[in-house]
């Protein structure tokens, strides 16, 4: 694997992820080609340790990091520091995840 892969085309395969900010209710939802990479980068300067949930490999990964935010968003989860902000408030962590596993369904079936 070369230290740094191109990124992935409108229909090549990604990660969304999951991350949870220390030990807060709040998780930043994401898309990138690496989680390792991705997780160094959000943690440069970041006093609260974050630790990766869980990972979805998906095509078309903007589309469902959309779908996803999209979901979020309807619920009233966004954080609003900023319009542009990837994190959310999930209460239950658990059920944050099995919402994020049947969107990733929903998309891969979209496909």
Request: glycine content about 8%; overall charge negative.
């Amino acid at each position: 694997m070369s230290p740094n892969p191109p990124p992935a085309g409108p229909v090549g395969m990604a990660i969304l992820y999951l991350i949870r900010h220390g030990d807060t209710t709040r998780y930043k939802i994401g898309r990138t080609n690496d989680v390792a990479r991705r997780l160094k980068e959000l943690a440069t300067g970041n006093p609260v340790p974050l630790r990766v949930i869980k990972t979805w490999e998906a095509p078309a990964v903007a589309g469902f990091e959309h779908l996803v935010h999209a979901h979020f968003d309807q619920h009233g989860c966004r954080v609003r520091a900023s319009q542009a902000t990837e994190y959310f408030v999930i209460e239950d962590e658990a059920d944050g995840v099995q919402t994020i596993d049947a969107l990733h369904a929903e998309h891969l079936a979209s496909i």
